[in-house]
């Protein structure tokens, strides 16, 4: 016997005639004997002289347990021997079964209604939801409704196999216990259908269970099946004999057997609960709060032992799946003792299991007891906790916890069974080393983490809502002096540097913390990095010992990084990155650990902490340009900023960081940033210069790359300041850089000088005038673009006047004292000589606009150098290169110009490739011209054909013609007629229309 579920009390004993049924209405006995007759017992208290007990009135519809005394005897009550009988309490009714079917009124037992049909029945079913009564007799099933009245109707009839020998209803249905099997019966249709065979030995017994289940009997094992007839899968009662009769009292099943009656769990596997000794037991009752046993002349009944007292025994005895159930059939308003009994058991429970190996149950229950987590925790002193105030100790929790389970034992008045608790904290020592190592294996580590992941939810969700709370106060104003200055505080990833203090982000601080240990001690680093990126509670101090002793590197950047510790972070990985890179014994645990992780993981961090970027990018900025470049690029840190750290702490990145960016976003550099990187150039060129100036191997034919740097930069980059970068340069070198200059500051003269006399690549003087050329020539505000070309001629034609002063010209140019760059061209110097050359020019090309347009292109030679260059005709010309100029560049050179600087003397055979393609490209713009005079001068004649067509045009004015304007007749007032020729308006009305169209237009804003 696993504990007392009932109590066996002896009711009556001096009955006179053997008992055939037996019921109970409130707290009295009904008997059916075998003389027909019916008899009444009620407690001796209700028919003595005693006083009734203090809780008669809360029990007085209860069976008492004491002894009964008769009240009444009804002689009589039926002709032959009652095979059953049942109260209806829902219509205060006795059914019982005899010779027929007879319902009788309670209390006062007269005759209400009598089915005659029912004669010779032998089993009967009640459905009291419905009113619904079926009975068998022979091979019959009979179906009557109770009409709520004194009578019955029949409902239905139906033939089945064999003779009925049980039944009982099971929702819409019958289920039927013939002679050799189990049938369902449709109560609608008669449709039968088979379920399984019934035993050999034993004959059927239908018992019907609360849930609408049926419970079916064969031989010694019961068979659970739905109200179809199909078998549940949750297993069989398997009782010691066949039972004579069942009776359903949750959570037991209790069965008459023929020496005993045997209690069962109705849990599966239904073990054995109690066996209540009463040999030649007959029939079995059912009352409101106990079983009732009716032997031949007396009757016992079995009464519940109360829950709390059952609980405390299948606890003490280590039942607790059984205690467990109990509790759940504690009434709802005792809610809070159920609470603490569930805990109490669940937590004996979870040790038992620990105890024995089965840790993940464990975990389970001590989940279910709602203990506290650091309770749990302090089975596993190796897993370091944050310290806070609150970690309880062991003991004082264990007495906490068992609080209810002294209450629920001084309540039943049993002995204290549950007084031996299993501390988690073992005093001998040899046993306590054993324990640690138990306690630290894997496989209690692995159950600790699922305990773990399924607390953590709730605990974050409020520690969570803890700190929104306190955003939401703070940002309004409120202040927490309510909390405890000493309680625990951390910093949490998305909080910055917000400390918290509260009871929810500390248990949480101490869930994460352990949660993390137990992860790396049992290898899931995967898992722990996980828990590491997402919002986390880790104790940093404890966190980052543990993860330093593992060489958990990378798990170790994630807690920094939910810290905000970006410097430490950035430190290790810097650290990682070198000890990669130089292979030492960590290689193989930081071989992933690049330079372009720090560049990952300063990405984030650029929007919110630009120094910090700058700062640690130098660490990577020479291993990886490219990618810092990129950094600071996309993180739109101001590149004033990334220009100016540069240049204080890696000056020698800075041209490179200008450089990158300039190739990535040429429109996003600024002026002073294009300036800087030219001058950065200018600057190591004039290093180099000077070097090889001092060894006297300088040749201004020779280009290191910084030198092609520049040059590239001075030609393509528009954004530096010329004139400043021209006081630089050495009087006596970089020539060509000069150029560039000079020809940003529109000295196209001077440049074309230095190309020609002092570099003597006259290649790279026609390559400057194409690109001045071709950097004017879809402006149309000018006409013509060519006069660079007559700039260089004139070079060519005088190269002593073009060298005379001209160190000096420069130095003028660039001295301090000159504030404006004159323009090249002048508007009067060009009008001068274009006045003085117009007849020529007019008898060669036969254009007025052929003149020398008056561009910026020009050079700056002024009217009086021209007089000069005339003048000074037997100097020596360059002649091979003007004759290539010329042939080379024939289409953009103003020809009439070009012949009248040449000397006279020219040979007009070396002017053939000039003057041929010239005249032919001449000729055909003549005929183009003339084709394009001949046809306006056609389209001039058809207009006028059509004018004179539209005048022609005849309108018709009757005495019906109408104004379309003003709808009156016309008359004989003046009129006009629209280009369409049909619509008529008066002269008068068409003026006014045309003025108001105007006002309108020149007034729009007055318009709502």
Not at 716 to 725: C, E, K, R
Not at 776 to 781: D, T, Y
Not at 945 to 953: A, F, I, M, P
Request: hydrophobic letters at 35%; aromatic letters at 8%.
């Amino acid at each position: 016997m696993v504990h007392s579920a009932y109590d066996s009390f002896e009711l009556l004993n001096n009955c006179p005639f053997k008992i055939d049924a037996v019921e109970s209405y409130g707290s009295k006995l009904l008997l059916g004997c075998s003389d027909g007759s019916l008899k009444i017992y009620v407690p001796e208290y209700s028919v003595s002289d005693r006083s009734p007990p203090s809780d008669y009135h809360l029990h007085a519809h209860e069976l008492r347990k004491e002894p009964y005394a008769l009240e009444r005897n009804l002689s009589g009550f039926s002709r032959r021997p009652l095979l059953a009988m049942e109260v209806l309490e829902s219509r205060e009714l006795l059914l019982s079964l005899s010779e027929s079917i007879a319902f009788h009124k309670l209390p006062n037992l007269e005759t209400n209604a009598v089915i005659t049909k029912a004669k010779g029945a032998n089993v009967y079913s009640w459905d009291d939801r419905r009113g619904f009564l079926c009975f068998a007799r022979q091979k019959r099933v009979c179906i009557f409704r109770h009409d709520g009245g004194r009578g019955f109707v029949e409902v239905k009839e139906y033939n089945v196999p064999d003779t009925v020998k049980s039944m009982s209803w099971c929702g819409e249905n019958i289920c039927l216990g013939i002679r050799k099997e189990y049938m369902i019966l449709n109560a609608t249709n008669g449709a039968l259908s088979e379920v399984f065979p019934s035993g050999r030995l034993a004959p059927p017994l239908v018992i019907s269970l609360p849930s609408g289940e049926l419970l079916l009997g064969k031989e010694n094992i019961g068979v659970f099946v739905d109200q179809n007839g199909k078998l549940l899968q949750e297993g069989r009662i398997c009782w010691s004999e066949a039972p004579a009769e069942v009776v359903i009292q949750k959570p037991y099943a209790i069965a008459l057997l023929p020496r005993y009656v045997e209690i069962r769990s109705l849990r599966d596997p239904y073990p054995l609960i109690q066996t209540v000794v009463l040999r030649n037991a007959r029939h079995l009752g059912q009352s409101n709060n106990s079983i009732i046993v009716a032997l031949e002349n007396s009757v016992y009944g079995l009464f519940p032992v109360p829950l709390g007292a059952q609980i405390v025994q299948l606890t003490a005895s280590g039942n607790f799946d059984e205690a467990l159930a109990l509790c759940k059939l504690l009434p709802p308003e005792d809610s809070n003792l159920r609470a603490a009994k569930e805990g109490s058991i669940h937590i004996r429970y979870a040790h038992y299991l620990f105890d024995n190996e089965s840790y993940e149950e464990a975990m389970e229950h001590f989940l279910a007891s709602q203990i506290d987590m650091t309770y749990v925790l302090s089975l596993y002193p190796s897993i370091i906790l944050p310290k806070t105030t609150m970690i309880p100790e062991p003991e004082k929790l264990v007495d906490i916890s068992w609080d209810a389970s002294y209450l629920s034992r001084g309540s039943s008045g049993l002995s204290d069974d549950m007084e031996a608790l299993p501390s988690p904290q073992l005093s001998e020592s040899d046993e306590h080393a054993a324990l640690e190592s138990k306690k630290m294996s894997h496989n209690t580590l692995m159950a600790l983490i699922k305990f773990l992941q399924k607390k953590r939810y709730g605990i974050i969700e409020k520690a969570t809502a803890e700190g929104t709370e306190e955003v939401v106060l703070d940002a309004v104003g409120d202040n927490f002096a309510s909390y405890d200055s000493s309680r625990f505080k951390k910093t949490t990833k998305g909080r910055g540097n917000i400390s918290i203090s509260s009871g929810a982000r500390e248990m949480a601080a101490i869930l994460d913390t352990a949660l993390l240990q137990a992860l790396l001690l049992t290898g899931q680093s995967s898992v722990a990095l996980e828990l590491l990126k997402g919002l986390n509670y880790c104790d940093v101090k404890i966190c980052e010992e543990i993860i330093r002793k593992r060489n958990h590197y990378a798990a170790l950047l994630e807690l920094y990084k939910c810290n905000s510790m970006h410097r430490e972070a950035l430190k290790l990985l810097h650290q990682l990155v070198e000890e990669s890179k130089a292979n030492q014994s960590l290689a193989e645990l930081t071989q992933r650990f690049e330079p372009v992780s720090i560049i990952e993981y300063l990405k984030p961090l650029c929007g919110t902490d630009p120094m910090l970027v700058l700062e640690c990018s130098m660490l990577v900025l020479e291993s990886c340009p490219t990618q810092t470049i990129e950094l600071y690029l996309s993180g739109n840190i101001p590149s004033d900023l990334v220009n100016s750290y540069l240049k204080q702490h890696a000056p020698s990145m800075q041209a490179k960081y200008l450089e990158l960016m300039l190739a990535m976003n040429e429109n996003g550099i600024s002026g002073n940033l294009q300036n800087e990187m030219i001058q950065i150039y200018l600057s190591e060129v004039l290093d180099w210069y000077s070097d090889l100036g001092t060894q006297q191997k300088w040749d201004e034919k020779a280009y290191s790359p910084t030198r092609k740097k520049l040059l590239s930069a001075l030609e393509s980059i528009s954004g530096y300041n010329p004139d400043a970068l021209l006081k630089r340069l050495p009087p006596d070198a970089l020539y060509e850089e000069r150029a560039i200059l000079l020809g940003k500051m529109n000295q196209h003269e001077l440049a074309l000088s230095l190309y020609v006399h002092k570099l003597h690549v006259p290649e790279l003087a026609l390559a400057y005038c194409d690109r001045v050329y071709e950097s004017v020539v879809h402006q149309p505000s000018i006409k013509s673009s060519g006069n660079i070309y007559l700039t260089l001629l004139q070079i060519y034609l005088n190269p002593r006047r073009t060298t005379k002063n001209f160190e000096q010209r420069i130095t003028n140019l660039v001295s301090p004292h000159h504030t404006s760059i004159p323009k090249v061209g002048s508007g009067s110097s060009i009008k001068a000589r274009g006045g003085r050359g117009s007849k020529k020019i007019a008898s060669i090309e036969g254009a007025e606009d052929m003149r020398v347009s008056q561009s910026g292109t020009d050079s700056s030679r002024s009217d009086g150098d021209a007089d000069e260059s005339i003048g000074e005709g037997g100097s020596t010309i360059m002649l091979d290169e003007i004759l290539d100029l010329l042939s080379q560049r024939w289409d953009r050179l103003n020809g009439a110009q070009a012949l009248k600087l040449l000397p006279r003397e020219t040979k007009l055979q070396n002017l053939l490739p000039f003057l041929g393609p010239l005249l032919r490209k001449s000729s055909e713009a003549y005929r183009n011209l003339s084709v394009i005079k001949s046809l306006r001068q056609s389209e001039n004649l058809q207009v006028k054909d059509e004018l004179y067509n539209q005048r022609q045009t005849v309108v018709k004015i009757t005495s019906d013609s109408m104004c379309s304007l003003c709808n009156k007749k016309i008359g004989t007032s003046v009129f006009a007629v629209y280009p369409n020729g049909k619509t008529l308006v008066h002269f008068v009305c068409f003026r006014d229309s045309q003025t108001m169209k105007v006002v309108a237009k020149g007034s729009p804003r007055r318009k709502r």
